[in-house]
């Protein structure tokens, strides 16, 4: 069976990204010195498009990695390749977008002086989704008992880097133990995220997720969820640090990414959560979804 097609945009060049792209002295490829996003459509529009321009600058940044780009250039390049991509494809859902750009390529070498120019690839594909199954059951997630998160001071998980082994690594060991995704602990044991998502939690009512000093993404439907999308739904958010012998105490359990916005989670290991109609999780997510569609009507100039 052919693989679905994907289209890829390398520095300006529109091909699907089964193809070639990049020199093999590229250092993202070499070194994982590189910075992403990921940003998805609803309703066709590109959604937080600031929010995660901010931080691919803030990344950006803790790497000493020029942008060569403005932001009017990239969204350009975004807009470019989306439409590529219905063009070939015919798709007319919504769509996941990705960008990366990396130092560049040069000598073989870790000194960052090696590197000729930053590199600018975008990949665009469906935006995926949680099946019915899993938004009916929950998502099963494991903790990680071979590894910890990387600190803050070794390397930040606030930066979104190409470096992702910390995060594979623990949803191997997930994987192996039967679960759909993994839960980490940082070194001093507490909850800090899952490989690809921020978690929270409903205790007493309230949601809590871990603050950002455990060591976890400044996540941005995280953010939205505590500003804003919790207090509509007749919540209360706020940020305490969760460590596994708390799990008895919470009633609810969910995964916040800026894909799948709020994914149910069912258990972790043997500890049971409740899913469903009438939870905290289903009221937040419809909130969500009612932002997200004011949203795409406030904002017609980010249509794709």
């Known amino acids: ?11 300006g060049r529109l091909h699907s990204a089964h193809e070639p792209s990049l020199s093999p002295l590229n250092r993202g490829f070499l070194y994982g010195d590189a910075i992403y996003e990921v940003w ?20 950006a940044a803790a790497l000493y990695l020029p942008l060569p780009w403005t932001r009017a ?24 977008i990705r960008l990366q750009i990396s130092r560049g390529a040069g000598p073989i070498g870790l000194d960052v002086g090696l590197a000729d120019h930053a590199e600018l690839l975008l990949l665009v594909q469906p935006c995926p989704a949680n099946s019915n199954e899993v938004m009916r059951r929950g998502l099963k997630l494991s903790v990680a008992t071979s590894l910890r998160r990387n600190p803050i001071e070794s390397l930040s998980p606030a930066w979104k880097t190409g470096n ?3 995060n594979i690594l623990g949803l191997r060991e997930a994987r192996a133990r039967g679960a759909d995704e993994v839960l980490m602990l940082n070194l001093r044991g507490e909850i800090t995220e899952a490989s690809t998502s921020n978690v929270a939690f409903v205790r007493d009512g309230d949601i809590i997720t871990p603050p950002l000093d455990s060591g976890i993404l400044a996540g941005i439907t995280r953010g939205l969820v505590l500003e804003r999308i919790a207090s509509a739904a007749g919540v209360r958010a706020r940020e305490a640090t969760i460590r596994p012998e708390d799990f008895p105490r919470l009633t609810e359990c969910f995964l916040l990414s800026s894909t799948k916005d709020v994914s149910p989670v069912g258990a972790i290991d043997d500890r049971a959560f409740t899913v469903g109609a ?27």
């Open 1 to 11: 069976m052919p693989e679905p097609f994907i289209q890829a945009n390398t520095n």
């Open 40 to 59: 998805r459509t609803y309703n066709h529009v590109l959604f937080a498009w600031e929010e995660h321009y901010v931080r691919l600058e803030r990344s």
């Open 73 to 96: 250039e990239i969204l350009a390049e975004i807009r470019r390749t989306v439409a590529a991509f219905r063009e070939t494809t015919l798709f007319a859902g919504d769509v996941y």
């Open 164 to 166: 992702y082994l910390n």
């Open 278 to 304: 009438g939870t905290v999780t289903a009221r937040l997510k419809a909130k969500f979804a009612d932002y997200t569609a004011e949203n795409a009507t406030a904002h017609p100039e980010l249509k794709l």
